[in-house]
């Protein structure tokens, strides 16, 4: 399986956020209620779905639950 063309950018965003590779690595391969029921990964391959994950992350930092 290739990676999405975001990945990279995500995965370092991810551990920005949760400061674990392997969990950041991990949040991004599970499927998300707040996602549709998509792992993040799999909107990664479009800007908007990338735009969609940073936006999860985000709330993930300021403390809001998914």
């Known amino acids: 399986m290739t990676k999405p063309t975001h990945w990279n950018d995500a995965l370092a965003e991810a551990l920005n956020v949760f400061e674990d590779a392997q969990y950041a690595a991990r949040w991004l391969e ?3 209620v707040a996602l549709g029921g998509a792992a993040p990964r ?3 391959d479009t800007e908007s779905g990338w735009q ?3 936006r ?3 709330a993930v930092e300021y403390g809001h639950p998914l």
Do not use: S
Request: glycine share 0%; net charge neutral; no cysteine.
């Open 30 to 32: 599970t499927p998300n």
């Open 56 to 58: 999860a992350l985000a």
């Open 42 to 44: 799999d909107l990664l």
């Open 52 to 54: 969609v994950v940073k």
